[in-house]
């Protein structure tokens, strides 16, 4: 340990060894006692494997950046083209020349409360999850010890149900498809419950047509007007029941195409996109449906998804069957995603118990016996 004089006044500069044997310096103590608490720290975080060299701590968010997103690489291409953009509008201006050593919780806190207060839940915390991915990959690394992106206070939180979902009955699925250029593919969204994505990636040979099944294994979803090829969002590939009604014409659908040829192709064979809303066929086909039915509701085709998966509850599927068909991870997150629709089931449950409680031959008799030894 070694004094030294500054205009400030007498200041100590400590020297050890790194686990490399290299030798540094630290300097700045105001106090002899400072100058020996953080020599016993290196010492103890030596012994103990926990030592982190300060001047790892010294890059830039900016410069880690570039490696964390090429790590995420292998995410579907729909989740992550999000994450440069995150990157680049939320992140890069505020962080992007930081230190990691130098970023504190509190102004991370303050951040992510600046972003909420002009953009969504979901954007803020996409924003934060590319800076804490960030600074998780610098901890792995070994250049910080602790995370200040992680265990936030007050952090914004989703919405667990949009307001104004749609369901459609099967009159008006049916007036739809009968409005549409694709009335088939229609048909099918609106009982299956395949993501947009799915079904414009089913092939002829994904089709069983005696247990009538169409098999789910790839994902085209529309990103930024580009369809990106890849795997289910669940990473599990499926096979999706439809209804007898329908198999003439996936049949007759079939018939015309080679085995790897799209079910549903666009207008040259390739994968459709999806419909821009206000201008593509299926923003056409709800006009001319609103131009039957005053009534028919405003919808989007994800919206079909939700009306499968009502007409499959008043169908009396449970949780587990709703499960399989719309490709969910868990009932609980069938649970909580349609958490409304098995509301009615509660009020079925209770009528069917005071059916059977009737059914069970609760007559004056008996209650006179129940009654008679307590009299």
Not at 71 to 78: A, F, I, N, Q, T
Not at 319 to 338: C, F, I, N, P
Request: glycine share 8%.
């Amino acid at each position: 340990m070694e004094p030294y004089e500054t205009k400030q006044g007498t200041r100590y500069r400590v020297r050890y060894r790194k686990p490399d044997k290299q030798q540094t310096d630290k300097r700045g103590f105001k106090t002899v006692k400072d100058a020996e608490l953080y020599l016993a720290a290196i010492k103890v975080s030596k012994a103990t494997g926990d030592y982190i060299d300060p001047s790892k701590a010294t890059i830039t968010v900016g410069a880690l950046h570039q490696r964390w997103l090429d790590g995420k690489k292998v995410l579907k291409p729909s989740a992550y083209d999000a994450l440069p953009r995150a990157w680049k509008n939320q992140v890069e201006p505020t962080w992007g020349k930081r230190e990691i050593g130098s970023i504190e919780k509190s102004e991370v806190q303050a951040w992510v409360a600046g972003i909420y207060a002009e953009r969504s839940a979901s954007t803020t915390l996409r924003a934060l999850g590319v800076l804490a991915g960030i600074l998780d990959m610098a901890i792995d690394d070994g250049r910080i010890k602790r995370n200040p992106a992680r265990g936030l206070t007050n952090r914004p939180r989703k919405p667990k149900k949009k307001p104004g979902r749609v369901y459609l009955t099967h009159p008006q699925l049916e007036l739809l498809a009968r409005c549409s250029k694709r009335p088939t593919m229609v048909r099918l969204l609106g009982v299956t419950g395949l993501r947009w994505g799915e079904a414009a990636a089913l092939m002829v040979r994904g089709h069983d047509e005696i247990r009538r099944r169409l098999h789910a294994e790839l994902n085209a979803p529309t990103v930024n007007g580009k369809v990106m090829i890849g795997p289910l969002k669940s990473w599990e590939d499926r096979w999706v029941p439809y209804p007898a009604y329908l198999q003439p014409e996936v049949k007759a659908l079939c018939l015309a195409r080679r085995p790897d040829d799209l079910l549903f192709p666009d207008d040259v064979g390739g994968h459709q996109r999806r419909p821009d809303h206000g201008t593509g066929w299926f923003e056409g086909a709800v006009k001319r449906a609103q131009a039957i039915d005053p009534h028919f509701p405003r919808i989007t085709v994800h919206d079909l998804r939700h009306t499968a998966a009502s007409l499959a509850v008043s169908a009396g599927a449970n949780v587990k069957a709703l499960q399989r068909m719309l490709g969910h991870a868990s009932a609980a997150e069938t649970l909580d995603t349609y958490a409304d629709l098995f509301d009615d089931d509660l009020e079925s449950v209770a009528m069917k118990l005071g059916v059977a409680r009737a059914a069970a031959g609760f007559s004056d008799e008996w209650e006179r016996k129940l009654a008679g030894p307590a009299a």
